[in-house]
């Protein structure tokens, strides 16, 4: 049986790892960590931000609702506190139907 290649994934992610995903300012990653209970990230000795990736879930819905919804901060705290496992799974949703769009866009260019 051939070794199977499993994808990694880490336990923890800098903030600037984080800022990168999201395409936003570190600044942004850290208001955002203040004004969301929902965000609580662990800290090293040195006081460096460890996200998991239960934060980065979170981190998409509140991106979601902030800039892609245009919710205001307000709003998004009390859709968050309302509706949190029904955002988790329309999150779960689009990044699926993301991942399909991508792959049907490479079978596009293959043809």
């Given at each position: 049986m051939p070794?199977?290649?499993?994808e990694t994934q880490k336990m923890y992610y800098s903030i600037g790892e984080v800022a990168?995903?999201?395409?936003?300012?570190v600044s942004l990653i850290r208001f955002w960590e203040n004004h969301f209970e929902i965000l609580q990230p662990k800290k090293n000795r040195k006081g460096n931000?460890?996200?998991t990736p239960e934060?980065?879930?979170n981190l998409?819905?509140?991106?979601h609702l902030v800039k892609e919804k245009g919710y205001t901060l307000q709003g998004a705290?009390?859709?968050l506190k309302k509706n949190t496992g029904e955002?988790?799974?329309?999150?779960?949703?689009?990044e699926s139907l993301v991942r399909l769009k991508s792959f049907l866009l490479?079978?596009?260019?293959q043809l």
């Open positions: 070794y199977k290649e499993y990168k995903l999201f395409d936003v300012n931000r460890l996200f934060d980065i879930e998409k819905i509140i991106y705290r009390e859709e955002h988790k799974d329309q999150q779960k949703v689009i490479e079978i596009k260019e």
